[in-house]
Every structure is written in structure tokens, then in C-alpha cells.
T-cell receptor, first 108, second 114 residues
Framework: DAKTTQPPSMDCAEGRAANLPCNHS???????VYWYRQIHSQGPQYIIH???NNETNEMASLIITEDRKSSTLILPHATLRDTVVYYC?????????FGKGTRLHILP | NAGVTQTPKFQVLKTGQSMTLQCAQD?????MSWYRQDPGMGLRLIHY???????DQGEVPNGYNVSRSTTEDFPLRLLSAAPSQTSVYFC?????????????FGSGTRLTVV
């Protein structure tokens, strides 16, 4: 299974950029990295995904290292509503194996 | 397009009772899966299906059965509920082919077994 490793928690000041790292050293060449967020006890919500190039959408940016073994989710201007859990996942053989994710704390 | 619909949203069962958690999607997605989430934990894969008539086990399949008779529906059955099955259950679906498709999750079913 394609495991990912994330820090269990991170702090970020409100209004600053939040940079959430993820290690996915066993990723294969055609596997995408996906990021989801989960508000308490709700279903995970899609944020962004990428293969090898950096990606940006209205919610976030995704930076993937050249060797594809790690990535960083960037929330450009963190707000208190961003205080949720973020999951970095790789889909392998049609299966997602979730880690525990990163709980982001936005400090006012 | 309702996405992924789970019913019921809440359920309380007595130990030993059986029940079926319903999951339906209207996006013609081939792939569907069930996860459970315990407090402070990530989601764990219970069972998944890559198409009608095809199912397979995930990380924690014991105590659960699934079937996939149609593309739209993927019910999860608890045969004899146990307190250890108290959890929040999420259903998810995706288009199977290709790597550039993410998952859509339902809003969850909160199950308590007493």
C-alpha cells in the first residue's frame, strides 16, 4: 500500500501561509498525490491533487518535489476556518489507505 | 446530481443486532468503498468494489459484509453488531479508470452499538 507520512499537528498564525508537508517516498511514477480536508466528523473534502507539476486552484497550492517523494500543501492565507485535519493520500490499486493526517491549528 | 448519499445519518443498535448501512451514488462511478473512523484516528478501509459484482476486503473487513449488485448502490451489512463497531462510517466513490480522479465522500453514518 502507498503509505504517506504527515506530522500529527501544526500551528500557523492567522493570515499567514500554512505549509503542510507530506512524505510519500514509495510513490510510483503514475500515481497522483491527493489532499483532502476533514471538518470534524464530516466526510473528507477534496482540496487539490497533482502528479509531478506544481498545481494551484482557488483553495490551495501543491508543491511536489522533483523526485516526487514528498509534497507540500500551501494554504495562502490561513483563516480560523482552516483549523481542521488535512490528509495527504496516494491511490494505489484503487485503494486509499489513510494515515492520521495533520491537525492544523490556526492561531488568532 | 446528489453525489454520494448515505443513510441513515445516525443509528443506535443493541449488541447482536444486524443492520445495513446504505450508500448510493448517481455519478456512474465504478469504484465504491466503505471506511470507518474512530475518534482521533484516520479512516480505515473496510471493503471496496471496483464494479458491479466485484468486491474485495480492505484493512478491517471482519464483522462486515458487502455486495454490489448495481453500479449505484454499495450497502454495508453488520451481521451481529458489537460495541467495537461503534464508529462513524463513510462511503466514497470515484471513476475507476485513470489516475487523475479523486474520491467523493458521503456525509457519514454515526453508529453506536450498546
Amino acid at each position: 500500500d502507498a503509505k504517506t507520512t504527515q506530522p500529527p499537528s501544526m500551528d500557523c498564525a492567522e493570515g499567514r501561509a500554512a505549509n503542510l508537508p507530506c512524505n510519500h517516498s514509495t510513490i510510483s511514477g503514475n500515481e497522483y498525490v491527493y489532499w483532502y480536508r476533514q471538518i470534524h466528523s464530516q466526510g473528507p473534502q477534496y482540496i487539490i491533487h497533482g502528479l509531478k507539476n506544481n498545481e494551484t486552484n482557488e483553495m490551495a497550492s501543491l508543491i511536489i518535489t522533483e523526485d516526487r517523494k514528498s509534497s507540500t500543501l500551501i494554504l495562502p492565507h490561513a483563516t480560523l476556518r482552516d483549523t481542521v485535519v488535512y490528509y495527504c493520500i496516494v491511490i494505489r490499486d484503487d485503494k486509499i489507505i489513510f494515515g492520521k493526517g495533520t491537525r492544523l491549528h490556526i492561531l488568532p | 446530481n446528489a453525489g454520494v448519499t448515505q443513510t441513515p445519518k445516525f443509528q443506535v443498535l443493541k449488541t447482536g443486532q444486524s443492520m445495513t448501512l446504505q450508500c448510493a451514488q448517481d455519478m456512474n462511478h465504478e469504484y465504491m468503498s466503505w471506511y470507518r473512523q474512530d475518534p482521533g484516528m484516520g479512516l480505515r478501509l473496510i471493503h471496496y468494489s471496483v464494479g458491479a459484482g466485484i468486491t474485495d476486503q480492505g484493512e478491517v473487513p471482519n464483522g462486515y459484509n458487502v455486495s454490489r449488485s448495481t453500479t449505484e448502490d454499495f450497502p454495508l451489512r453488520l451481521l451481529s453488531a458489537a460495541p467495537s463497531q461503534t464508529s462513524v462510517y463513510f462511503c466514497a466513490s470515484r471513476v475507476r479508470q485513470g489516475g487523475d480522479y479523486g474520491y467523493t465522500f458521503g456525509s457519514g453514518t454515526r453508529l453506536t452499538v450498546v
